[in-house]
């Protein structure tokens, strides 16, 4: 069963740093690793998807790595500010079930600090 | 509008009154989900429908049961509902692919006493 982790579950930076989220995952038969956030109270919002097929993915000063071999992706953003305070999930699209089940990180909670 | 639409947004009940959380969207996607949400331990999938007449349990679909009314609207019930339902539950849709992107709703905060 594919397992995601996310380390660490959360962090604070001061504004105008790069943010380095991680998510790890056990079963490197996936379509897809998407990256998710949400604020507090709200549903999630898709960030970016990578395919199995692409090492990266970039929109605007989002950008997502995507090491199936090792089973990792990384979400950085850069210059981080206090807008970019939320949770951010990541999912690993399995391709081993017949119809693609995503399955969910726990999240990293982000507070960037004016 | 929002293209994914939950009612209620929140709701308090007590244990063992019936719930109905409802689900409709606009994206004309086939494939429905509903998602529960606990803190700590991500999504966990209750039940998806690909479509009218696809109904499928996820990991944790004991407790619940869900009807899919239509194309658009996706209802997840609480029969007789319990305190460790007390959860925040998502509906999600997507294109008939198996590498599709999800669009969530904004989520249902429930809370049983």
């Known amino acids: 069963k594919q397992e995601v982790t996310q380390i660490p579950a959360a962090l604070s930076v001061p504004e105008g740093e790069n943010l380095v989220l991680n998510c790890s995952f056990t079963?490197?038969?996936?379509?897809?690793l998407q990256w998710f956030r949400q604020d507090p109270g709200k549903g999630l919002t898709s960030l970016l998807l990578?395919?199995?097929?692409?090492r990266e993915q970039t929109s605007g000063r989002l950008n997502a790595s995507l090491d199936k071999s090792s089973g990792r992706s990384t979400l950085y953003i850069a210059a981080s500010q206090p807008g970019d305070s939320a949770t951010y999930l990541c999912?690993?699209?399995?391709?081993?079930?017949?119809?693609?089940?995503?399955?969910f990180g726990a999240g990293t909670q982000v507070v960037v600090t004016p | 509008d929002a293209d994914v639409t939950q009612t209620p947004r929140n709701r308090i009940t007590k244990t063992g009154k019936r719930i109905m959380l409802e689900c409709s969207q606009t994206?004309?996607?086939?494939?429905m989900y509903w998602y529960r949400q606990d803190p700590g331990l991500g999504l966990q999938l209750i039940y998806y429908?690909?479509?009218?007449?696809?109904?499928n349990k996820g990991e944790i679909s004991d407790g619940y049961s869900v009807s899919r009314q239509a194309q658009a609207k996706f209802s997840l019930s609480l029969e007789s509902a319990i305190p460790n339902q007390t959860a925040l539950y998502f509906c999600?849709?997507?294109?008939?692919?198996?590498?599709?992107?999800?669009?969530f709703g904004e989520g249902s905060r429930l809370t049983v006493l």
């Open positions: 999600a849709t997507s294109e008939s692919s198996n590498t599709g992107e999800l669009f």
């Open positions: 079963d490197s038969a996936i379509y897809n």
């Open positions: 990578i395919q199995s097929s692409q």
């Open positions: 999912a690993a699209q399995g391709a081993t079930d017949s119809w693609g089940k995503l399955q």
């Open positions: 994206k004309g996607h086939d494939r």
């Open positions: 429908s690909f479509d009218v007449k696809d109904i």
